[in-house]
């Protein structure tokens, strides 16, 4: 014969346990809820458009930089591109124009959505500097010019690092691609400066 207590029991904890389940599931779905409900804007909000990039500047700074440290590239890629004979190099420099002349853009877009103003021209002394190289000698200036883009891209690795791990997270993928780039400019420039005996 059944003993109804028993069954009664029973019965209870079986609730409890089906009661705990629909709590612990319910849990579940709001979490889902709110992972669903973290958009962009909630991480720009976490990490503010004006946190330090790790050089010690602002954002503000970094892309005012960055875009200094292109127009300069391009500048040279264009010259190079036009006075070399060294058919390495020329085709480097028009790798340079081509590269830049995109992530130029990239950057234009990007500091128009953060309201950055970005340096219409270059600095008086990167002007003359260009007026320099002009009057050249072709060798002479084959040679500076693969070891400007050695320099010059070893800085914009600096330059593009330490951004691609810190700030906003919309200047980071611009600075990871970007540092890539530059990755590639610069072991490219070691291997042409190697062939070339400089």
Avoid: W
Avoid at 71 to 86: D, Q, V
Avoid at 146 to 165: F, Q, R, T
């Amino acid at each position: 014969m059944l003993n109804y207590k028993s069954i009664t029991m029973k019965n209870k904890h079986l609730l409890a346990i089906f009661s705990l389940l629909v709590i612990s599931f319910s849990a579940c779905r709001n979490t889902d809820k709110i992972n669903a409900a973290t958009t962009d804007s909630t991480i720009a909000e976490v990490i503010p458009d004006s946190a330090d990039i790790n050089r010690g500047g602002t954002m503000t700074t970094f892309l005012q930089e960055a875009a200094t440290d292109g127009m300069m590239e391009l500048a040279l890629g264009k010259l190079a591109a036009e006075k070399s004979t060294n058919k390495l190099i020329k085709k480097y420099a028009e790798g340079m124009v081509k590269d830049h002349t995109k992530i130029a853009s990239e950057l234009k877009t990007l500091a128009e959505r953060k309201k950055v103003a970005l340096p219409a021209r270059l600095p008086a002394a990167d002007l003359k500097h260009l007026e320099e190289l002009k009057n050249m000698d072709v060798a002479a200036f084959e040679k500076h010019y693969i070891g400007m883009m050695i320099k010059d891209n070893a800085k914009a690795i600096d330059l593009y690092k330490s951004a691609s791990v810190t700030g906003d997270y919309k200047v980071r993928g611009f600075a990871t691609k970007a540092l890539r780039m530059s990755e590639r400019h610069f072991k490219r420039a070691n291997e042409i400066n190697a062939d070339a005996g400089y």
